[in-house]
């Protein structure tokens, strides 16, 4: 067989090609198939590379890496088989949140697809409703398709990148040999030169007419891209309120939080807008997705390709960087009370000094000192919504993740080096525990592990209350030991029971060492 023609070298291809256009970091998953990859990666060089051993973990340990580097691409590559679809759950959040996640899936040759040959299924477009590309490699004894993997090489970058940044899924057969030598003078070809579309300056006189004389109420849903120099402009406006949560990464405001601001959405008429501009993901607060669901008036969105009618109704669409259409979009100070009716009455919380979750998380916040503080979902986001803002980079999966993912997220970023507040709930830091199956154990990470017993959302809410009965098989009581999980995996484990203990804890705990990483179990 001509050496050209191998799997070795188009793995060779996929991995110069991509590093041209600019990736550095890959998550790598131990396989055979996969095993041309990965020794392109390490011969390579230049690649910072993670070996993780569950495909489900990796694809979300590289989401967190993208964070850490500012949403930059990242490579998770995989085996063939049932390693491939464990990575759907990271794809799906990944489309959500708009990070772009290349899937490098190794996969059997296509005549061995339906033969009973081990680990062979299906692979192509396994990932199709996620992803804003997908491609196979070509592959021929004879042939040399190098030239067409490079084309979707290329193709598979710039959808990654725009009009909506995204996940891409690129499969690639390999057949043996896996280990032949890459021939030293073998000619690659080289990758092609992208430019990516530069935003302009856009025509926003006849629309910047419209926000004359009106309330504007402007939603900023979670996202690490805004500017918040425009959007403390936007605020300072009397006729004009920036609604955003924690997960916004805007910065605070003083003596003000999102849920207390959304107490009185149905009785304080004052409130209502006359004009509702969106944009970002969804916001947590269910009062206000109800309050703005049940609004008469016009809606904006911003976005550049992707319009999600995430409140039941779009007027006018703009296709914009979010920052500059609102720099250019900004108004004139008008004569209005509207800001300072969405401001008033709104303080954050005294400490509370019990030891039920809520004071919990009070007592915990002014400990959470590292550059990223993570947020797990189910009960966690929601308690963090009664937060005072901290002015630090926050995150949490909110694109389509319930209790997975969050742990090999907050992991993907501390790997970086990056120093990581994780505060999880006991399942899903149990569902997520092979995320701490790590081959350095010196991460910046603490976790901050609320142990309720198991899923106690459900009977904090109104519904599940009313079906007793059925509330052992929707909440999840456990016997598992959250220090021997953390032990197992070598992390330095401590255990918080009560306001007396936390008082001694706190008093004699160093909260700036972070050698390596901690759990921290507090029991409510």
Request: hydrophobic residues 40%; proline residues 6%.
């Amino acid at each position: 067989m001509s050496g050209k023609h191998t799997s070795v070298v188009q793995a060779a291809l996929l991995v110069q090609h991509l590093y041209d256009y600019g990736m550095r970091h890959a998550v790598v998953c131990p396989g055979s198939r996969n095993a041309p990859i990965i020794h392109a990666l390490v011969a390579h060089g230049g690649w910072e590379l993670s070996s993780v051993i569950d495909e489900r973990n990796a694809g979300f340990q590289a989401l967190g890496i993208s964070l850490g580097l500012g949403i930059k691409p990242v490579m998770v590559v995989t085996t063939s088989g049932t390693a491939a679809l464990n990575l759907a759950s990271a794809m799906a959040e990944a489309d959500l949140m708009n990070l772009p996640l290349f899937a490098i899936t190794a996969d059997r040759p296509k005549e061995w697809i339906g033969q009973q040959d081990n680990q062979a299924i299906v692979q192509s477009n396994i990932f199709q409703p996620y992803v804003r590309y997908s491609a196979e490699f070509l592959q021929s004894k004879n042939q040399d398709f190098s030239w067409f993997n490079a084309q979707k090489l290329a193709e598979a970058w710039i959808a990654s990148q725009t009009p909506r940044r995204g996940p891409v899924h690129l499969n690639i057969p390999i057949a043996e040999p896996f280990y032949s030598p890459l021939e030293q003078a073998l000619p690659l070809p080289k990758a092609s030169k992208i430019d990516l579309p530069i935003a302009s300056s856009h025509k926003v006189t006849e629309a910047k007419r419209e926000l004359l004389g009106k309330k504007i109420l402007v939603v900023a849903g979670q996202s690490l891209d805004y500017h918040s120099e425009i959007f403390s402009a936007w605020q300072s406006l009397p006729q004009a309120f920036v609604f955003s949560e924690r997960l916004a990464n805007l910065p605070p405001m003083e003596s003000w939080n999102s849920e207390g601001a959304c107490m009185d959405l149905e009785l304080n008429a004052a409130k209502a807008p006359d004009l509702v501009i969106y944009f970002g993901g969804p916001v947590v607060s269910k009062r206000m997705k109800l309050f703005l669901k049940r609004l008469d008036v016009p809606f904006w969105t911003i976005g550049s390709g992707f319009f999600p009618k995430t409140y039941e109704k779009i007027d006018r669409y703009f296709v914009a960087d979010v920052n500059e259409w609102m720099a250019a979009m900004l108004p004139e100070k008008e004569n209005s009370s509207f800001n300072s009716v969405w401001m008033e009455g709104i303080k954050v919380a005294n400490e509370v000094e019990t030891w039920e979750e809520k004071g919990i998380y009070r007592k915990i916040f002014p400990f959470l000192t590292a550059d990223w503080i993570h947020w797990g979902n189910s009960g966690v986001i929601r308690y963090a919504l009664d937060l005072p803002f901290t002015g630090k980079k926050e995150w949490g999966n909110r694109g389509a993740s319930g209790i997975d993912g969050s742990l090999s997220t907050a992991v993907g970023t501390a790997s970086l080096g990056e120093s990581v507040d994780l505060l999880i709930g006991d399942i899903s830091f149990g569902y997520n525990a092979n995320g701490l199956w790590q081959e350095k154990g010196n991460l910046p990470l603490r976790i901050w592990v609320i142990n309720n017993g198991g899923g106690k959302i459900f009977s904090s809410l109104e519904g599940p209350k009313r079906f007793e009965e059925a509330l052992p098989y929707q909440e999840t009581p456990h016997p598992f030991s959250i220090q021997k999980v953390a032990e197992a995996f070598g992390a330095e484990y401590h255990r918080v029971a009560s306001s007396e203990e936390w008082a001694m804890f706190s008093s004699s705990f160093n909260f700036s060492k972070r050698e390596r990483f901690q759990v921290i179990e507090l029991k409510a």
